[in-house]
């Protein structure tokens, strides 16, 4: 049912611009418009108009692509000359029997002084309709392989989305697992000194998992801006009991947000990066985490203070696979600066919603 309704929608489609073509800009070109000349127009270019795209469409959905697909120059024609002989003569029928004057009257002459009229012999016709309908067969023939074109050009298009798709899904897998290893790593740490911290950690990190594994791949997924606060909250959390240190994260964000959407799990990376390399158990140099927002934009920065022990190891894999998600995911709608200097870090990334 639906293949039926496409090629129904396909055929008025074509009809309809095949129609507007010929038959429409006719009309508009008619130097007069007096009924005589409107009812010609009509006959020769509507009715003919029709037959001529029936012509067409035949060539073009049954003739063209086996053709095409098979190579196959000796069945083409076999095919091509007797649907071209076939129309020529139906339209010469339809046309001596039904309308000789507005489509086979040539004029008239004078022979022995008398008015002989004169049409378009059978021989002529013929003639003519072997021109018109090579022109009908170039055109099916150009209708095709544009249509194969936007075809192949859908299909590419199809086979980039899932390949993007598949790359930030491998991407966002990367940032996970390696958030996940050292967040487990930080509650290790808890467990060996027996701290009182290990349950809030634990129920921390299990709503940042519940969070990350209902992300789906999709590189059209979107999630509230408020959502990945709360995210990034619960990130942080987890930092401050793994140094016991509540003054070494700041985060600031607006009391007031607009009601956007972002990538998911794209900011947590510029974090984890800070308390991987950064000194955070240090009230007087603490990681500073600031999300600002408007309706245009959103603009999210982290500073910190490198640590002497990470100073040539800044960056790595999360920064790396992040830079490769913007690039998937706001392609030409994103910015980000990251500045650093012995003793400090700072990027500053602006998404355009």
Known sequence: MHS??????????????WMLLVYGVSLLMA??????????????????????????YIYLKWILPPFLEKKNVVKLFSWLIPILLGFILLKYAVAKNFFPEETLYRGY??????????????QQYLVNGLWSGAIIIIAAFSAHLF????????????????QLQAESGFLKMQLNSH???????SIYSLALTGSPEVVPANKTLTNLLAYMVNQPADIEGREPVLAEIRYLQDFVALQRIRTGCEQGVIF?????????????LLLVPFVEN????????????????????????????VHNFISGAHHDKTGGIGLDNVRKR????????????????????FINLTVNW
């Open 31 to 56: 130097t007069r418009h007096i009924p005589q000349v409107m009812w010609r127009i009509t006959i020769n270019d509507g009715l003919f108009g029709f037959l001529n795209f029936m012509q067409f």
């Open 274 to 301: 800070a308390f991987k390399h950064g000194i955070t158990n240090r009230p007087e140099k603490p990681v500073t985490i600031t999300l600002q927002g408007s309706e245009q934009q959103l603009v999210f920065s």
């Open 179 to 185: 958030f996940l290893i050292n967040s487990l790593n």
């Open 252 to 264: 600031n964000w607006p009391a007031q947000l607009p009601d956007k959407s972002i990538a998911p």
């Open 147 to 162: 249509m194969l074109w936007l075809d192949e050009d859908k299909r590419r298009a199809i086979l980039q989305q899932k």
């Open 109 to 122: 002459r004078i022979e022995q002084g008398q008015r002989v009229e004169i049409y378009t012999t059978l």
């Open 4 to 17: 039926a309704r496409k090629h129904i929608s396909q055929f008025l489609l074509l009809l309809l611009v």
């Open 326 to 345: 913007l690039q998937l995911i706001y392609p030409g709608q994103h910015q980000l600066e990251i500045t650093e200097s012995k003793a400090e870090y």
